[in-house]
């Protein structure tokens, strides 16, 4: 109950922000200011702004935003429609407006209009009249109501069955549709179940039901909001878009990409080097393990080899590997830019060599009987492939030529 207390006042307070800054960028272009301009002093993007300013989104996949000039002036932020907006509707019906139309100037999904007017016209004549239809949305409102497993005695029993078989809620859930196909009184979709598990004071299912999920969790793990998450590593990351522009258009060398290749059971690795300009690629050998030291010393005594003026920068993704980033950087004085979560493509030039890689070191081997003439071999070998990227040049040639420079 705590989790999803924390939950909506989370969602209140970002609805309330947003209402803010609304309201302030409505305010300065009222003044004059052009969008570019206000969407600076509110801190928000000018694509954002224009969203706001004439009310329809450039992503037709997103919600269209109401003008900010049709904007029915709220008495709060409510999830809730509010008696002022089902006015709205009303008005807007007997104008003839659109679903969509009225639901952008509201700010809320056509979704819910639709649902609004459904749930809530008169039950004969099927006309939407505002204040009644608020009387039935209070009416249906208090809270709490009773559950729909425990008012359903052979819902109950079929659901307690299956969990004593150590079925999981949602094939409870499909096995109850395939079932009973045209009884919607035996439909549940599966998060009703883990309320009923979870949720104190339900008193819908046996709580020792709860210990045949596969987790065995009697309670709900509680998440953690982003902000509050521990960092990932005790040295601060550097992410990747603040890495230097001339490393985007691979015109200076020196700017690396790294990543390991693992083997059989995560038990061993490779780790791989490539110079984003070059394509030149250098392998570390960890005979010993993957951990943050192993991973560090193998970096610093592979890059030591070379020049200086070839040795700028270096990305990789957010693995534990790189937990010792920092010691690495002390030592070696270059800057480590981390990728964001699952973007693999802001190290292409490391995830295609890697996948040149496995042709040499197939996944499911053990990778530690690799010895280190052995990775410099492999190395050479891809050193000396022409590539197209390169005009047909091989990276080597490329890299000769910096380096007599």
């Known amino acids: 109950m705590d989790f999803k207390i924390r939950e909506l006042r989370t969602v209140a307070q970002g609805r309330k922000r947003l209402l803010r800054e609304r309201e302030a960028y409505s305010q300065l272009m009222q003044q004059g200011l052009s969008n570019k301009e206000a969407c600076r002093i509110v801190g928000i993007n000018e694509k954002t702004g224009r969203r706001w300013r004439n009310g329809r989104s450039a992503d037709r996949r997103q919600k269209a935003a109401p003008p900010i000039h049709l904007v029915v002036p709220p008495s709060g932020p409510s999830r809730y429609l509010r008696e002022e907006e089902r006015i709205h509707i009303a008005d807007r019906l007997r104008e003839k407006a659109t679903i969509r139309v009225i639901a952008a100037e509201l700010g809320r999904s056509p979704s819910t209009i639709s649902r609004e007017i459904r749930r809530n016209r008169h039950p004969a004549n099927g006309q939407y009249r505002p204040h009644a239809a608020q009387a039935r949305a209070d009416a249906r409102r208090p809270r709490p109501k009773p559950g729909k497993i425990g008012q359903n005695p052979e819902l109950r029993a079929f659901i307690q069955d299956r969990l004593d078989l150590r079925w999981s809620p949602e094939q409870i859930c499909q096995a109850l549709r395939a079932q009973f196909p045209q009884r919607p009184e035996m439909h549940v979709v599966h998060e009703t179940l883990y309320q ?188 000396g492939r022409p590539r197209k990227t390169l005009g047909w040049e091989t990276p080597a040639e490329r890299l000769h030529k910096l380096l007599a420079a």
């Open 196 to 383: 009923a598990l979870y949720v104190q004071g339900r008193g819908e299912l046996r709580r020792e039901l709860a210990r045949a999920l596969r987790t065995g969790r009697t309670r709900r793990k509680p998440r953690r909001q982003a902000q509050q998450r521990q960092p990932r590593f005790s040295t601060p990351m550097v992410m990747i878009s603040e890495r230097p522009a001339e490393a985007e258009d691979r015109a200076v060398p020196g700017h690396w990409e790294g990543d390991l290749i693992i083997g059989q059971d995560g038990a061993s690795a490779i780790g791989t080097l490539v110079e984003r300009a070059t394509r030149y690629v250098m392998l570390l050998h960890l005979p010993d393990g993957r951990s943050a030291e192993h991973v560090r010393d193998a970096l610093t005594d592979t890059v030591q080899t070379l020049p200086t003026h070839l040795v700028r920068s270096l990305s990789w993704d957010q693995g534990a590997e790189m937990a010792a980033h920092g010691a690495f950087t002390v030592a070696t004085d270059i800057p480590v830019y981390f990728c964001d979560p699952a973007s693999p493509w802001q190290r292409g030039s490391n995830e295609n060599t890697n996948g040149l890689l496995r042709q040499y070191f197939p996944k499911g081997t053990d990778l530690s009987i690799h010895t280190r003439e052995h990775l410099d071999a492999v190395a050479a070998e891809l050193n």
